[in-house]
Structure formats: C-alpha cells, structure tokens
C-alpha cells in the first residue's frame, strides 16, 4: 500500500515537531521523520560574519543520511522505528517529515540559548529566503498554517485536512 506523506515546513522553533509529534498521536499507522536529526556535527558548521553558527542552511545537515530514512520508511512502512501503533493492516501508512528546508533539498528550548539578535538577524532572514526558494519550485499545493493561532487550533485544521485526504485517495482506490 502506498504511503501517504505529509510535509510540515517553516522557520526555525515556530511549532512543527510539536505539531508532528501530536499528529502522530491521533493518527493511526503514522511515522515522523524530523529534520533535525540529521545535523552535521557541531565542528563541521560554519560559521557567519556575526559568529553565529550557520544551522539554518542546507549544508548543515546531512541530507542523504535524511533521504534515506525516508526512502526506507516508504518502502517498509511497517519495519519503521518511528511509527506509533500499527492498528489495522488495511489503513493507509502514514509518514510525517517536519523540518525547516523539507522543500529545499515543537517549541524547541536551546541551552545554551541563541544569543541577542540571532533569529531577527539570521533565522529569520534564511527562513524567507528558503521559503521564496521553495515557493518558485514546488509543484504540488502548500497549504499555510496562521502561527498566531493556539496549537490545538492548528493541529485541529491539520488533523482534520489529513483525514480528508485520506477519505479522498480511499474514495479513488475503490473507483480504480
């Protein structure tokens, strides 16, 4: 059966684990995938003009070992280490991949924190030029999510776009 995947994107620290993590508890058959596994070791960052560590670019993370996992999680949904309770054979594998550059290749605490101006001079600015990167390349729909809603709120309007989805591609599976 064929795995239905979700992408969840944005800028650093703005909620997508969070998010991924309680899809996945009211999901049934779901697996994350979460981008931020796959940094290269701290002594292989570069670092910018300002000092900061340069995390949010492409080069930090070591994108094969990442596509790779996913590969393997869609090829054997079922032998995923990632995955919550396998209820019914016949539902429809689900894989969750969150990260900040998903379409360019959770509150999160960090100790020790980011310094004085890091996201307004650095997160930020690499987010919108991702995103422009993105939004010019992508040919399939990106739905936005309002970071100014609560997080039930979100996962309301994910959780229940998902199942509609899902309803869809079963509705097409009998019609095939």
Same mark, same amino acid.
């Given at each position: *059966?064929?795995?239905?995947?979700?992408?969840?994107?944005?800028?650093?620290?703005?909620? #997508?684990?969070?998010? $991924?993590?309680?899809?996945?508890?009211?999901?049934?058959?779901?697996?994350?995938?979460?981008?931020?596994?796959?940094?290269?070791?701290?002594?292989?960052?570069?670092?910018?003009?300002?000092?900061?560590? /340069?995390?949010?670019?492409?080069?930090?993370?070591?994108?094969?070992? *990442?596509?790779?996992?996913?590969?393997?999680c869609m090829e054997n949904p079922r032998h995923s280490l990632?995955?919550?309770? +396998?209820?019914? $054979?016949?539902?429809?594998?689900?894989?969750?991949?969150?990260?900040?550059?998903?379409?360019?290749?959770?509150?999160?605490?960090?100790?020790?924190?980011?310094?004085?101006?890091? !996201?307004?001079?650095?997160? +930020?600015?690499?987010?919108?030029?991702?995103? #422009?990167?993105?939004?010019?390349?992508?040919? +399939?729909?990106?739905?936005?999510?309002?970071?100014? #809603?609560?997080?039930?709120? !979100?996962?309301? /309007?994910?959780?229940?776009?998902?199942?509609?989805?899902?309803?869809?591609? #079963?509705?097409? /599976?009998?019609?095939?």
């Open positions: *059966m064929k795995t239905f995947t979700i992408g969840i994107s944005g800028v650093t620290n703005g909620g #997508k684990t969070t998010l $991924a993590k309680n899809l996945q508890k009211h999901l049934p058959n779901c697996s994350v995938i979460s981008q931020d596994d796959f940094f290269k070791p701290q002594s292989e960052i570069e670092t910018d003009k300002n000092g900061f560590l /340069q995390y949010d670019v492409l080069e930090a993370l070591n994108m094969e070992k *990442m596509m790779s996992a996913i590969s393997c990632v995955s919550t309770d +396998w209820g019914n $054979a016949e539902e429809t594998p689900i894989l969750i991949i969150e990260g900040f550059l998903l379409f360019n290749y959770n509150t999160r605490v960090y100790n020790p924190p980011d310094p004085p101006g890091y !996201l307004d001079g650095h997160v +930020w600015p690499m987010y919108l030029k991702h995103r #422009k990167e993105m939004e010019e390349n992508v040919t +399939w729909e990106i739905v936005y999510l309002d970071g100014t #809603k609560s997080e039930d709120d !979100l996962f309301s /309007q994910v959780y229940e776009d998902i199942i509609q989805e899902l309803e869809k591609q #079963k509705r097409l /599976q009998v019609t095939s």
